[in-house]
């Protein structure tokens, strides 16, 4: 997974504070796909994006949470005003283009306290 | 969103036996993944199947797509403490949910020496 960088690895946050989690996708992929496990629960699918743009945001809660994928720098998932239940762990994958594999990173484990 | 189940959700055996987990759902995919994920560290893409029927074989692991591209299996021969992991199916539609991966739960596979 050396690949996908993801950071910070831990994240522990206060009910109400913001959440900025970082991916770097691999070298040469321009698409990026953000996922959360939640414990028992599989991977479920976020948000999808390539360089300055949105393509797919269907699994991203409609409030407090912002992704986005800047021309250069990594692609940022940003929660607002967090509480509990956002507690998870989030992972972003990258690929080479749509039809090609997502590859993953080692995930950012968020607590909230 | 489709559901992919996965079964057996636990598998504990002794290192040289076999096993066969299984990925079904009642929706037709595009492509199916599997993926092996262990503890504190994302998912590692094993491979990706396209084709009804389709067999891939990776070393002592066998996986094979459903004719209908509805389920697949994972055999692995002669398991290894090695193999220990989460083993994940995730399927792609892109007719309905287009790039996102669609993940089952998991098959959690413990080999004892």
């Known amino acids: 997974n050396a690949g996908v960088m993801q950071n910070p690895r831990h994240l522990v946050r206060r009910r109400g504070q913001e959440a900025r989690l970082r991916c770097s996708p691999m070298?040469?992929?321009?698409?990026v796909y953000w996922y959360r496990q939640l414990p028992e629960e599989g991977l479920k699918f976020m948000v999808y994006?390539?360089?300055?743009?949105?393509?797919?945001e269907s699994g991203m809660p409609k409030e407090r949470f912002s992704a986005e994928f800047p021309k250069e720098g990594p692609s940022i998932l940003r929660i607002q005003q967090v509480v509990r239940g956002d507690s998870a762990a989030y992972f972003c994958?990258?690929?080479?283009?749509?039809?090609?594999?997502?590859?993953f990173g080692d995930g950012t484990r968020l607590s909230i306290l | 969103t489709q559901l992919l189940e996965q079964s057996p959700q636990f598998l504990s055996i002794q290192e040289g036996e076999n096993l066969t987990v299984y990925c079904n759902s009642s929706s037709v995919f595009s492509s199916l993944q599997w993926y092996r994920q262990e503890p504190g560290e994302g998912p590692v893409l094993l491979v990706t199947?396209?084709?009804?029927?389709e067999v891939k074989k990776l070393k002592r692991l066998t996986f094979q797509f459903g004719d209908a591209r509805k389920d697949s299996s994972l055999h692995i021969t002669a398991a290894q403490p090695g193999d220990t992991g989460l083993y994940l199916c995730a399927g792609e539609d892109l007719a309905n949910s287009g790039y996102a991966l669609n993940f089952g739960k998991g098959t959690s596979l413990l080999v004892t020496p």
């Open positions: 994958a990258s690929s080479s283009s749509g039809d090609q594999p997502q590859h």
């Open positions: 994006l390539q360089k300055e743009n949105i393509i797919d």
């Open positions: 070298k040469g992929h321009s698409h």
């Open positions: 199947v396209v084709t009804g029927g």
